[in-house]
């Protein structure tokens, strides 16, 4: 059963009980206001003493692969450089 607090606002807050296996059931309003669906996944984290459950949405980046191959060649440069400095001061020169 869940106990729902309206008190003529939109519900944003709800009462809710631990089932078997720690499962929580969101009300239906609270999901349609976070537009969270099922198999939509959610971040849980414990602050101030408080269990906050937010939508997990993850961030897209548009990369240029060009720019990613200059990048990655040009660390890959870096650490040859520094294997090689490492090299120069391990081994002893003839």
């Known amino acids: ?6 008190l003529g606002e939109p519900l944003t807050r709800a009462l809710l009980r631990v089932g ?4 929580v059931i ?7 206001i976070l537009s969270v669906k099922e ?9 101030g003493g408080a269990l906050v459950m937010r939508p997990f949405k993850p961030k897209v980046v548009d990369v ?13 440069r870096l650490e040859r450089k520094k294997v090689e400095s490492l ?8």
């Open 1 to 6: 059963m869940v106990n729902q607090f309206n």
């Open 20 to 23: 078997k296996k720690g499962v």
């Open 26 to 32: 969101i009300p239906k309003k609270l999901r349609e």
């Open 39 to 47: 198999g939509d996944e959610l971040i849980a984290e414990v602050s």
């Open 64 to 76: 240029d692969p060009k720019l990613v191959e200059k990048m990655l060649s040009e660390e890959s």
């Open 87 to 94: 090299v120069k001061k391990v081994l002893p020169r003839h």
